[in-house]
Protein backbone atom coordinates (compact mmCIF):
# COMPACT_ATOMS: atom_id res chain seq x y z
CA UNK A 1 0.00 0.00 0.00
CA UNK A 2 1.35 3.00 -1.09
CA UNK A 3 1.72 6.06 1.65
CA UNK A 4 -0.34 8.93 1.14
CA UNK A 5 -0.12 11.98 2.73
CA UNK A 6 -2.83 14.09 4.62
CA UNK A 7 -4.40 17.04 2.73
CA UNK A 8 -4.38 20.53 3.89
CA UNK A 9 -7.38 21.59 5.73
CA UNK A 10 -8.67 25.18 4.46
CA UNK A 11 -10.83 27.69 5.68
CA UNK A 12 -13.02 29.83 3.39
CA UNK A 13 -12.89 33.58 4.23
CA UNK A 14 -14.73 36.89 2.62
CA UNK A 15 -12.94 39.62 3.29
CA UNK A 16 -14.92 43.35 2.74
CA UNK A 17 -11.78 45.36 1.71
CA UNK A 18 -12.57 49.34 0.71
CA UNK A 19 -9.46 50.23 -1.65
CA UNK A 20 -8.89 53.58 -2.92
CA UNK A 21 -8.70 53.74 -6.30
CA UNK A 22 -5.24 54.48 -7.02
CA UNK A 23 -4.40 50.99 -5.48
CA UNK A 24 -3.94 48.28 -8.04
CA UNK A 25 -5.78 44.87 -7.51
CA UNK A 26 -2.24 43.35 -7.87
CA UNK A 27 -1.34 44.23 -4.98
CA UNK A 28 -3.80 42.63 -2.58
CA UNK A 29 -3.32 39.37 -4.48
CA UNK A 30 0.47 39.44 -3.85
CA UNK A 31 -0.39 40.30 -0.51
CA UNK A 32 -3.02 37.49 0.24
CA UNK A 33 -0.28 35.24 -1.65
CA UNK A 34 2.57 36.14 0.42
CA UNK A 35 0.67 35.33 3.83
CA UNK A 36 -0.06 32.02 1.88
CA UNK A 37 -3.93 32.37 1.16
CA UNK A 38 -5.54 32.03 -2.36
CA UNK A 39 -8.35 34.08 -4.02
CA UNK A 40 -11.15 32.28 -5.27
CA UNK A 41 -13.88 35.07 -6.00
CA UNK A 42 -13.85 38.81 -6.21
CA UNK A 43 -17.07 40.83 -6.24
CA UNK A 44 -17.87 44.16 -6.43
CA UNK A 45 -20.08 45.57 -3.81
CA UNK A 46 -20.20 49.39 -4.15
CA UNK A 47 -18.09 52.16 -6.21
CA UNK A 48 -17.77 55.49 -4.94
CA UNK A 49 -15.35 58.57 -7.39
CA UNK A 50 -12.58 57.62 -4.51
CA UNK A 51 -12.61 53.97 -3.40
CA UNK A 52 -14.38 50.71 -4.61
CA UNK A 53 -15.61 48.54 -2.05
CA UNK A 54 -15.01 44.72 -2.93
CA UNK A 55 -16.07 41.08 -1.39
CA UNK A 56 -12.89 39.32 -2.22
CA UNK A 57 -13.06 35.17 -1.25
CA UNK A 58 -9.73 34.02 -0.10
CA UNK A 59 -9.03 30.56 0.50
CA UNK A 60 -6.45 30.19 3.93
CA UNK A 61 -5.27 26.77 5.07
CA UNK A 62 -5.72 27.27 8.90
CA UNK A 63 -6.65 30.07 11.11
CA UNK A 64 -2.71 31.19 11.79
CA UNK A 65 -2.73 31.96 7.88
CA UNK A 66 -5.86 33.99 8.35
CA UNK A 67 -4.16 35.95 10.81
CA UNK A 68 -1.46 36.52 8.76
CA UNK A 69 -3.53 37.84 6.03
CA UNK A 70 -5.90 39.89 7.93
CA UNK A 71 -2.16 41.93 9.36
CA UNK A 72 -1.05 41.70 5.78
CA UNK A 73 -3.41 43.36 4.59
CA UNK A 74 -3.91 46.11 7.45
CA UNK A 75 -0.53 47.24 6.82
CA UNK A 76 -1.00 47.92 2.96
CA UNK A 77 -1.59 51.56 2.55
CA UNK A 78 -5.14 52.82 0.58
CA UNK A 79 -6.91 49.26 2.28
CA UNK A 80 -9.44 49.11 5.10
CA UNK A 81 -10.83 45.59 6.04
CA UNK A 82 -14.14 46.51 6.43
CA UNK A 83 -15.58 42.80 7.14
CA UNK A 84 -14.37 39.39 7.85
CA UNK A 85 -16.41 36.49 7.16
CA UNK A 86 -16.26 33.00 7.63
CA UNK A 87 -17.87 31.15 4.82
CA UNK A 88 -18.46 28.28 7.73
CA UNK A 89 -20.50 30.94 10.01
CA UNK A 90 -22.38 32.75 7.19
CA UNK A 91 -24.02 29.66 6.60
CA UNK A 92 -25.06 29.40 10.47
CA UNK A 93 -26.54 32.88 10.01
CA UNK A 94 -29.96 32.88 11.72
CA UNK A 95 -29.75 29.27 12.08
CA UNK A 96 -29.44 26.22 9.52
CA UNK A 97 -33.33 25.59 9.96
CA UNK A 98 -36.54 26.85 9.12
CA UNK A 99 -40.40 25.38 9.02
CA UNK A 100 -42.85 25.64 6.44
CA UNK A 101 -46.60 24.64 5.66
CA UNK A 102 -47.34 21.85 3.49
CA UNK A 103 -50.69 23.31 2.87
CA UNK A 104 -51.43 27.15 1.83
CA UNK A 105 -53.96 29.09 3.53
CA UNK A 106 -55.14 31.58 0.75
CA UNK A 107 -58.62 32.07 1.97
CA UNK A 108 -61.02 32.00 4.98
CA UNK A 109 -62.42 28.30 3.69
CA UNK A 110 -58.43 27.41 3.85
CA UNK A 111 -58.21 28.61 7.44
CA UNK A 112 -60.99 27.00 8.82
CA UNK A 113 -60.29 23.73 7.50
CA UNK A 114 -56.82 24.17 8.90
CA UNK A 115 -57.99 25.65 12.05
CA UNK A 116 -61.06 26.29 13.65
CA UNK A 117 -63.89 25.47 13.66
CA UNK A 118 -62.86 22.14 11.09
CA UNK A 119 -59.90 21.13 13.18
CA UNK A 120 -61.70 20.50 16.30
CA UNK A 121 -63.27 17.09 14.48
CA UNK A 122 -59.67 16.07 13.99
CA UNK A 123 -58.67 16.39 17.43
CA UNK A 124 -61.98 14.30 18.35
CA UNK A 125 -60.50 11.67 15.91
CA UNK A 126 -57.19 11.94 18.00
CA UNK A 127 -58.82 11.69 21.26
CA UNK A 128 -61.03 8.68 20.69
CA UNK A 129 -58.17 7.00 18.64
CA UNK A 130 -54.67 8.06 19.24
CA UNK A 131 -52.85 5.87 16.98
CA UNK A 132 -54.52 8.38 14.43
CA UNK A 133 -51.93 10.67 14.59
CA UNK A 134 -49.12 8.63 12.42
CA UNK A 135 -51.98 9.71 9.66
CA UNK A 136 -52.96 13.07 10.71
CA UNK A 137 -50.40 14.42 12.44
CA UNK A 138 -46.47 14.98 11.94
CA UNK A 139 -45.58 12.51 14.56
CA UNK A 140 -45.64 10.40 11.03
CA UNK A 141 -42.12 11.63 9.94
CA UNK A 142 -41.05 13.54 12.61
CA UNK A 143 -37.90 13.13 15.36
CA UNK A 144 -36.53 14.96 17.86
CA UNK A 145 -32.40 14.91 18.07
CA UNK A 146 -32.02 15.68 21.80
CA UNK A 147 -28.53 16.55 23.69
CA UNK A 148 -27.71 17.83 26.92
CA UNK A 149 -24.18 19.30 25.37
CA UNK A 150 -21.92 17.34 27.69
CA UNK A 151 -19.95 15.67 24.74
CA UNK A 152 -20.13 17.33 21.90
CA UNK A 153 -17.92 16.46 18.98
CA UNK A 154 -14.49 16.70 20.10
CA UNK A 155 -15.02 19.68 22.28
CA UNK A 156 -16.79 17.73 25.28
CA UNK A 157 -19.16 19.77 27.99
CA UNK A 158 -20.11 23.04 26.01
CA UNK A 159 -23.48 23.22 27.33
CA UNK A 160 -27.30 23.18 25.30
CA UNK A 161 -26.79 26.53 23.96
CA UNK A 162 -23.14 25.72 22.23
CA UNK A 163 -24.65 22.51 21.01
CA UNK A 164 -27.20 23.69 18.76
CA UNK A 165 -25.42 23.89 15.60
CA UNK A 166 -24.41 20.53 16.11
CA UNK A 167 -27.88 19.34 16.28
CA UNK A 168 -29.09 21.70 13.86
CA UNK A 169 -26.85 20.20 11.15
CA UNK A 170 -28.22 16.81 12.65
CA UNK A 171 -31.32 17.82 11.63
CA UNK A 172 -30.10 19.41 7.94
CA UNK A 173 -28.68 15.52 7.49
CA UNK A 174 -31.99 13.88 8.34
CA UNK A 175 -34.11 16.16 5.89
CA UNK A 176 -31.54 16.37 3.29
CA UNK A 177 -30.81 12.19 3.24
CA UNK A 178 -33.92 10.64 3.99
CA UNK A 179 -36.67 13.45 4.38
CA UNK A 180 -37.30 13.32 7.86
CA UNK A 181 -38.33 16.28 9.68
CA UNK A 182 -36.27 16.75 12.87
CA UNK A 183 -35.97 19.59 15.42
CA UNK A 184 -32.75 20.32 17.97
CA UNK A 185 -34.39 19.66 21.11
CA UNK A 186 -31.48 21.02 23.60
CA UNK A 187 -31.70 20.44 27.47
CA UNK A 188 -30.94 22.87 30.12
CA UNK A 189 -29.68 19.59 32.36
CA UNK A 190 -27.35 17.38 33.25
CA UNK A 191 -29.70 15.35 35.56
CA UNK A 192 -30.87 12.24 33.89
CA UNK A 193 -33.98 11.53 35.98
CA UNK A 194 -34.87 14.93 34.24
CA UNK A 195 -33.85 14.47 30.88
CA UNK A 196 -36.18 11.06 31.00
CA UNK A 197 -39.03 13.42 32.09
CA UNK A 198 -38.57 15.94 29.65
CA UNK A 199 -38.55 13.14 26.52
CA UNK A 200 -41.35 11.39 27.78
CA UNK A 201 -42.96 14.71 27.84
CA UNK A 202 -42.43 15.88 24.72
CA UNK A 203 -42.77 12.70 22.59
CA UNK A 204 -46.29 12.55 21.69
CA UNK A 205 -45.11 15.19 18.95
CA UNK A 206 -42.41 12.86 17.53
CA UNK A 207 -42.54 9.40 15.95
CA UNK A 208 -38.88 8.81 17.32
CA UNK A 209 -36.09 9.96 19.71
CA UNK A 210 -32.11 10.69 18.62
CA UNK A 211 -29.99 11.02 21.38
CA UNK A 212 -26.66 12.97 20.63
CA UNK A 213 -23.80 13.79 22.44
CA UNK A 214 -24.56 12.88 26.12
CA UNK A 215 -21.56 11.97 28.23
CA UNK A 216 -20.65 8.23 29.39
CA UNK A 217 -21.72 6.99 31.15
CA UNK A 218 -25.03 8.84 31.71
CA UNK A 219 -26.09 8.18 28.28
CA UNK A 220 -26.97 4.10 29.17
CA UNK A 221 -29.21 5.21 31.64
CA UNK A 222 -31.18 7.79 29.61
CA UNK A 223 -31.36 5.70 26.37
CA UNK A 224 -32.09 2.42 28.59
CA UNK A 225 -34.92 4.12 30.81
CA UNK A 226 -36.41 5.73 27.39
CA UNK A 227 -36.46 2.60 25.66
CA UNK A 228 -38.37 0.63 28.47
CA UNK A 229 -40.75 3.72 28.52
CA UNK A 230 -41.57 4.78 25.43
CA UNK A 231 -43.07 3.19 22.52
CA UNK A 232 -41.45 4.88 19.80
CA UNK A 233 -38.06 4.31 18.66
CA UNK A 234 -35.00 6.03 20.89
CA UNK A 235 -31.82 6.04 19.30
CA UNK A 236 -28.32 6.77 20.56
CA UNK A 237 -26.18 8.16 17.62
CA UNK A 238 -22.75 8.49 19.22
CA UNK A 239 -23.09 4.46 20.32
CA UNK A 240 -25.27 2.87 17.70
CA UNK A 241 -24.80 4.55 14.79
CA UNK A 242 -21.15 4.11 15.41
CA UNK A 243 -21.33 0.65 15.98
CA UNK A 244 -23.44 0.11 12.59
CA UNK A 245 -21.17 1.60 10.48
CA UNK A 246 -18.20 0.09 11.91
CA UNK A 247 -19.59 -3.43 11.49
CA UNK A 248 -20.32 -2.26 7.82
CA UNK A 249 -17.05 -1.87 7.07
CA UNK A 250 -15.74 -4.65 9.36
CA UNK A 251 -17.86 -6.96 7.25
CA UNK A 252 -16.36 -5.92 3.96
CA UNK A 253 -12.75 -5.44 5.46
CA UNK A 254 -13.32 -8.98 6.21
CA UNK A 255 -13.79 -10.24 2.72
CA UNK A 256 -10.89 -8.54 1.13
CA UNK A 257 -8.31 -10.21 3.66
CA UNK A 258 -10.42 -13.13 3.69
CA UNK A 259 -11.09 -13.83 7.07
CA UNK A 260 -14.40 -14.66 9.13
CA UNK A 261 -15.89 -12.97 12.07
CA UNK A 262 -16.04 -15.95 13.90
CA UNK A 263 -11.71 -16.31 13.62
CA UNK A 264 -10.80 -12.86 14.06
CA UNK A 265 -9.57 -11.70 17.56
CA UNK A 266 -10.29 -7.99 17.79
CA UNK A 267 -8.35 -5.08 20.09
CA UNK A 268 -10.51 -2.08 21.52
CA UNK A 269 -8.66 1.07 22.58
CA UNK A 270 -11.66 3.21 24.12
CA UNK A 271 -14.86 1.32 26.92
CA UNK A 272 -17.09 4.30 26.45
CA UNK A 273 -20.41 4.59 25.06
CA UNK A 274 -19.28 4.02 21.97
CA UNK A 275 -16.60 1.08 22.37
CA UNK A 276 -20.10 -0.49 24.64
CA UNK A 277 -21.79 -0.57 21.31
CA UNK A 278 -18.88 -1.34 18.99
CA UNK A 279 -18.48 -4.39 20.89
CA UNK A 280 -21.65 -5.22 21.45
CA UNK A 281 -22.81 -5.37 18.13
CA UNK A 282 -19.42 -7.18 17.30
CA UNK A 283 -20.86 -10.18 19.56
CA UNK A 284 -24.43 -10.20 17.80
CA UNK A 285 -22.32 -10.42 14.74
CA UNK A 286 -20.26 -13.77 15.82
CA UNK A 287 -16.48 -12.35 16.88
CA UNK A 288 -15.66 -14.68 20.23
CA UNK A 289 -12.75 -12.90 20.66
CA UNK A 290 -12.66 -9.27 21.68
CA UNK A 291 -9.92 -7.50 24.02
CA UNK A 292 -10.36 -3.97 24.93
CA UNK A 293 -8.23 -1.69 27.30
CA UNK A 294 -8.26 1.85 28.32
CA UNK A 295 -4.93 4.24 29.56
CA UNK A 296 -6.64 4.46 33.28
CA UNK A 297 -7.14 0.58 33.62
CA UNK A 298 -5.39 -1.42 30.90
CA UNK A 299 -7.13 -4.53 29.23
CA UNK A 300 -10.16 -5.23 31.34
CA UNK A 301 -10.75 -8.40 32.70
CA UNK A 302 -12.21 -10.64 35.02
CA UNK A 303 -10.95 -10.46 38.73
CA UNK A 304 -10.40 -6.36 39.95
CA UNK A 305 -13.79 -4.90 41.40
CA UNK A 306 -14.31 -1.65 39.08
CA UNK A 307 -16.30 1.31 39.84
CA UNK A 308 -17.36 1.90 36.61
CA UNK A 309 -20.33 -0.77 35.49
CA UNK A 310 -19.47 -0.95 31.90
CA UNK A 311 -16.53 -2.44 33.12
CA UNK A 312 -18.32 -5.05 34.98
CA UNK A 313 -20.47 -5.90 31.76
CA UNK A 314 -17.26 -5.84 29.79
CA UNK A 315 -15.10 -8.01 31.89
CA UNK A 316 -18.16 -10.90 31.91
CA UNK A 317 -18.20 -10.72 27.85
CA UNK A 318 -15.30 -10.29 26.32
CA UNK A 319 -11.15 -11.53 27.09
CA UNK A 320 -12.05 -15.33 26.95
CA UNK A 321 -8.16 -15.78 28.00
CA UNK A 322 -9.02 -13.09 31.03
CA UNK A 323 -5.34 -11.72 30.02
CA UNK A 324 -3.68 -8.40 31.61
CA UNK A 325 -1.76 -5.88 30.97
CA UNK A 326 -2.02 -2.13 28.66
CA UNK A 327 -3.12 -1.98 25.40
CA UNK A 328 -0.11 -2.86 23.87
CA UNK A 329 -0.40 -6.33 24.88
CA UNK A 330 -4.29 -6.60 23.52
CA UNK A 331 -2.64 -6.10 20.42
CA UNK A 332 -0.66 -9.47 19.91
CA UNK A 333 -2.06 -11.60 17.77
CA UNK A 334 -4.63 -9.02 17.09
CA UNK A 335 -6.47 -9.25 13.54
CA UNK A 336 -8.68 -6.11 14.09
CA UNK A 337 -7.70 -2.86 15.84
CA UNK A 338 -11.00 -0.96 16.59
CA UNK A 339 -9.67 2.81 18.08
CA UNK A 340 -12.65 4.82 19.80
CA UNK A 341 -10.27 7.00 22.26
CA UNK A 342 -8.04 9.67 21.42
CA UNK A 343 -4.63 10.03 19.38
CA UNK A 344 -1.05 8.47 19.46
CA UNK A 345 -2.52 5.15 21.83
CA UNK A 346 -0.76 2.87 19.63
CA UNK A 347 2.24 2.68 17.52
CA UNK A 348 4.07 0.72 14.78
CA UNK A 349 5.59 -2.18 17.57
CA UNK A 350 1.67 -2.41 18.58
CA UNK A 351 1.07 -2.64 13.93
CA UNK A 352 3.82 -5.51 14.09
CA UNK A 353 2.10 -7.32 16.31
CA UNK A 354 -0.77 -8.24 14.94
CA UNK A 355 -1.65 -10.80 12.75
CA UNK A 356 -0.87 -11.15 9.14
CA UNK A 357 -3.01 -8.27 6.80
CA UNK A 358 -3.84 -6.31 10.05
CA UNK A 359 -7.37 -4.08 9.96
CA UNK A 360 -6.97 -1.26 11.99
CA UNK A 361 -10.17 1.54 12.05
CA UNK A 362 -8.76 4.55 14.04
CA UNK A 363 -11.76 6.20 15.07
CA UNK A 364 -10.56 8.95 16.95
CA UNK A 365 -12.30 12.27 15.76
CA UNK A 366 -10.02 14.62 15.32
CA UNK A 367 -7.26 12.73 15.46
CA UNK A 368 -7.09 9.08 15.26
CA UNK A 369 -5.29 6.70 17.28
CA UNK A 370 -2.24 6.47 15.13
CA UNK A 371 -1.97 8.68 11.97
CA UNK A 372 -2.67 6.68 8.41
CA UNK A 373 -0.31 8.18 6.80
CA UNK A 374 2.35 6.46 9.54
CA UNK A 375 0.18 3.48 9.45
CA UNK A 376 -0.96 2.37 6.32
CA UNK A 377 2.47 0.55 5.43
CA UNK A 378 1.80 -1.60 7.98
CA UNK A 379 -1.19 -2.60 7.23
CA UNK A 380 -3.86 -4.01 4.72
CA UNK A 381 -6.65 -2.13 5.60
CA UNK A 382 -6.79 1.45 7.41
CA UNK A 383 -10.05 3.44 7.96
CA UNK A 384 -10.63 6.27 9.83
CA UNK A 385 -13.59 9.00 11.40
CA UNK A 386 -12.16 11.67 9.04
CA UNK A 387 -13.62 13.07 5.83
CA UNK A 388 -10.10 13.64 4.04
CA UNK A 389 -8.68 9.67 4.24
CA UNK A 390 -10.06 6.62 2.04
CA UNK A 391 -13.00 4.66 4.67
CA UNK A 392 -14.46 7.45 6.68
CA UNK A 393 -16.77 5.42 8.88
CA UNK A 394 -19.21 8.16 9.31
CA UNK A 395 -23.08 7.43 11.34
CA UNK A 396 -24.57 9.76 8.61
CA UNK A 397 -24.49 5.95 6.69
CA UNK A 398 -26.49 4.57 9.11
CA UNK A 399 -29.24 7.08 10.87
CA UNK A 400 -31.25 8.68 8.31
CA UNK A 401 -32.08 5.53 6.51
CA UNK A 402 -32.51 3.96 10.05
CA UNK A 403 -35.32 6.61 10.93
CA UNK A 404 -36.86 6.72 7.58
CA UNK A 405 -37.32 2.59 7.74
CA UNK A 406 -38.13 3.05 11.60
CA UNK A 407 -40.72 5.69 10.80
CA UNK A 408 -42.16 3.95 8.12
CA UNK A 409 -43.02 0.97 9.70
CA UNK A 410 -43.73 2.50 13.00
CA UNK A 411 -41.35 0.72 14.91
CA UNK A 412 -42.37 0.81 18.61
CA UNK A 413 -38.20 0.52 18.76
CA UNK A 414 -35.06 0.04 17.27
CA UNK A 415 -33.81 -3.84 18.57
CA UNK A 416 -30.25 -5.50 18.00
CA UNK A 417 -31.86 -7.15 14.80
CA UNK A 418 -32.79 -3.73 13.20
CA UNK A 419 -28.52 -2.32 13.76
CA UNK A 420 -27.53 -5.56 12.01
CA UNK A 421 -29.59 -5.58 9.24
CA UNK A 422 -28.56 -1.97 8.85
CA UNK A 423 -24.54 -2.77 8.96
CA UNK A 424 -24.92 -5.01 6.16
CA UNK A 425 -27.12 -3.31 4.22
CA UNK A 426 -24.31 -0.48 4.15
CA UNK A 427 -21.81 -2.95 3.40
CA UNK A 428 -23.72 -4.39 0.60
CA UNK A 429 -23.62 -0.85 -1.41
CA UNK A 430 -20.02 -1.98 -2.21
CA UNK A 431 -20.52 -4.36 -4.83
CA UNK A 432 -17.98 -6.84 -5.29
CA UNK A 433 -15.47 -5.95 -8.42
CA UNK A 434 -15.89 -2.45 -6.01
CA UNK A 435 -14.26 -3.73 -2.67
CA UNK A 436 -11.01 -2.43 -2.43
CA UNK A 437 -8.45 -1.94 0.65
CA UNK A 438 -9.22 2.60 0.12
CA UNK A 439 -13.24 1.33 -0.53
CA UNK A 440 -14.97 -0.61 2.32
CA UNK A 441 -18.31 1.66 2.78
CA UNK A 442 -19.94 3.99 0.32
CA UNK A 443 -19.75 7.73 -0.06
CA UNK A 444 -22.13 9.37 2.52
CA UNK A 445 -23.19 10.55 -0.86
CA UNK A 446 -24.41 7.40 -2.38
CA UNK A 447 -27.89 8.01 -3.15
CA UNK A 448 -28.95 4.09 -2.92
CA UNK A 449 -27.75 4.14 1.01
CA UNK A 450 -30.18 5.39 2.83
CA UNK A 451 -33.14 3.14 0.59
CA UNK A 452 -31.27 -0.03 1.43
CA UNK A 453 -31.00 0.52 5.03
CA UNK A 454 -34.80 1.69 4.76
CA UNK A 455 -35.81 -1.67 3.07
CA UNK A 456 -33.60 -4.02 6.01
CA UNK A 457 -34.33 -2.18 8.77
CA UNK A 458 -37.86 -2.11 7.54
CA UNK A 459 -38.05 -5.72 7.01
CA UNK A 460 -36.13 -7.10 10.14
CA UNK A 461 -38.61 -4.72 12.31
CA UNK A 462 -41.77 -7.38 11.05
CA UNK A 463 -39.25 -10.24 11.44
CA UNK A 464 -38.65 -9.39 15.12
CA UNK A 465 -42.57 -8.39 15.55
CA UNK A 466 -41.72 -4.61 16.47
CA UNK A 467 -43.73 -2.96 13.29
CA UNK A 468 -46.62 -1.56 13.79
CA UNK A 469 -47.11 -0.84 9.95
CA UNK A 470 -45.87 -2.77 7.23
CA UNK A 471 -45.25 -0.36 3.88
CA UNK A 472 -46.96 -1.42 0.72
CA UNK A 473 -43.54 -1.55 -0.85
CA UNK A 474 -42.48 -4.39 1.52
CA UNK A 475 -45.46 -6.10 1.88
CA UNK A 476 -44.60 -9.30 0.92
CA UNK A 477 -42.31 -9.53 3.77
CA UNK A 478 -44.99 -8.99 6.12
CA UNK A 479 -45.76 -11.77 8.76
CA UNK A 480 -48.97 -12.07 10.65
CA UNK A 481 -48.10 -9.69 13.40
CA UNK A 482 -47.46 -6.31 11.39
CA UNK A 483 -50.63 -4.30 10.20
CA UNK A 484 -50.60 -3.24 6.17
CA UNK A 485 -50.66 0.27 6.00
Not at 52 to 73: F, N, P, W, Y
Request: aromatic residues 4%; glycine residues 8%; charged residues 25%.
Amino acid sequence: MTKSHSPIRSNTVIIRMEIQLDVPFVAIANAVHEAGGEITAVDIVSRSPAATIRDVTVQVSDGESEQRLMKRLQAEQGIAVVNVSDRTFLMHLGGKLEIHSKVPIKNRDDLSHVYTPGVAKVCMALHEEPSKAYALTIKRNTVAVVTDGTAVLGLGDIGPIAAMPVMEGKAMLFKEMAGVDSFPICLDTKDPEEIVRIVKSIAPVFGGIHLEDISSPRCFEIEERLKRELDIPVFHDDQHGTAVVMLAGLINALKIVGKRMEEIKVAFSGVGAAGIACTRILLRAGVKHIVGATRSVGIIRRGPNYDNPMFRWYAEHTNPDNVSGTLSDAMEGADVFIGLSGPGVITLEDLRKMNRDPIVFAMANPTPEIAPEIAEPFVRVMATGRSDYPNQLNNVLCFPGMFRGALDCQATCINEEMKLAAAHAIASIVEDHERSEQYIVPSVFNTRVVEAVRRKVIQAAIETGVARRVPHDLSSVANSGAVTG
